[in-house]
């Protein structure tokens, strides 16, 4: 620089301006560095944010709901005709209870197992007929409640038939006859309930009816009381057992084992422990129609109980003293609902569903 300018000033001032130059130079390099630098940083930022936010819990709640929507298809497929309970699907059932055995009861009660066999609350034929609100009455996940049976109640077999046509075109592929409640309206009402236990051949003409609409074959069952009122012979049971199983072609009695005493002496709470309960009669039943099926029901409580009454899985059927195919069970289900939450590996050998819990957040979450 020196060469080409001769003045000391200018040349001091030039150094000064290169120097200054330099300096600046290296400070908007720096600058511009330093605000690239920063951008990308809040870019990185932005996209962590995007991720941490939004991208994740989505991902995970979509991996999540597949998970539980894919349990929930395990829970649907499973047959009740599997190899596991092929000699008999309903080796454990859940009673049919008014205003607890809803749809709400059934979901958590499916979580917690998945062999089950599944009753609604009792509908009575002329409802499901006349009603405006049929959603109310039937409404169902069967998706997942499965396997599941309508519980019907009435007494005119050309209403029953009526109405088991619409709740199979509503979706139902299992039925049962209410012949064992005894609350006053019910036995009042056209004699039904467990006042038809006098009427065999009405009861055989109410479950024929319901098969006879129905396009396919389809498990009809009848859940029934031993007797009414003082009527204490094994042969009445007897006589019921063999006039509805012949000549209403029904295969399998779900036995409540105990009396229903009519009249209003006593209430539906007092008719559920007064009268006593005489298993005997139903292991007889047992015996002596080998060739159907039969469920003890009443005061049932543990799974030692009813182990003990079940006839084993592996079994041939060979020795059924004091057994049964199937137990079901209905206050001990309100009372410890999580107690009952092995049924799967107790009573089924199978495994128990597990993750209630997880899938209860999840149920609540979405709501
Ligand atoms: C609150 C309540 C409601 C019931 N509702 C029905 C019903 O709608 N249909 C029916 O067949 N039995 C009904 N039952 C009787 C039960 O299905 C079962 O036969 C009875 O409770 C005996 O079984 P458990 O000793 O295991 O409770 C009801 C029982 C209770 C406690």
Redesign the pocket.
């Known amino acids: 620089m020196n060469f080409f300018v001769g003045s000391r000033d200018i040349f001091i001032e030039i150094e000064f301006f290169h120097a200054f130059i330099n300096q600046e130079f290296l400070g908007i390099t720096f600058r511009a560095l330093k605000s690239a630098y920063m951008s990308l940083r809040m870019v990185f930022y932005l996209i962590s944010c995007i991720f941490i936010y939004f991208v994740i819990p989505s991902w995970s709640y979509n991996s999540m709901k597949s998970f539980l929507q894919k349990n929930a298809n395990v829970v649907s497929s499973t047959s009740k005709f599997s190899s596991l309970t092929s000699h008999f699907p309903d080796r454990f059932s859940v009673?049919?209870?008014?205003?607890?055995t809803n749809r709400h009861q059934r979901k958590l009660q499916r979580w917690l197992t998945k062999h089950t066999t599944l009753y609604t609350?009792?509908v009575v034929a002329t409802t499901i007929i006349y009603t405006k609100q049929l959603d109310r009455h039937l409404e169902a996940d069967f998706t997942l409640e499965e396997p599941l049976v309508l519980?019907l109640g009435g007494s005119i077999p050309s209403q029953m038939k009526e109405a088991a046509k619409i709740a199979y075109d509503y979706g139902y592929r299992q039925f049962n006859l209410?012949v064992?409640?005894p609350s006053d309206t019910v036995a009042d009402n056209g004699c039904f309930g467990a006042a038809l236990m006098l009427k065999p051949d009405l009861v055989s003409e109410l479950v024929l009816a319901i098969q006879e609409s129905l396009p396919t074959p389809l498990p009809v069952t009848v859940?029934c009381r031993l007797a009414v009122n003082n009527e204490e012979s094994y042969e009445f049971l007897y006589n019921f057992v063999e006039t509805v199983s012949t000549k209403g072609k029904i295969k399998h009695f779900i036995v409540?084992a105990r009396n229903a005493i009519l009249g209003g002496k006593f209430s539906?709470?007092q008719n559920?422990k007064i009268p006593p309960l005489k298993y005997h009669y139903v292991y007889r039943l047992m015996n002596d129609f080998p060739h159907l099926y039969f469920t003890l029901?009443?005061?049932?409580q543990t799974y030692e109980e009813i182990e003990d009454k079940l006839v084993p899985l592996e079994s041939n059927l060979g020795n059924l003293q004091n057994k049964v195919h199937g137990v079901?069970?209905?206050?001990?289900i309100?009372n410890q609902p999580f107690y009952w939450r092995n049924i799967d590996s107790r009573i089924y050998s199978s495994v128990d569903p597990g993750m209630v819990l997880l899938r209860f957040c999840y149920f609540v979450n979405s709501k």
């Open positions: 009673a049919p209870m008014m205003d607890y609350e009792m519980q209410n064992g409640c859940k409540h539906p709470d559920r029901n009443g005061g049932l079901m069970v209905g206050r001990s309100i």
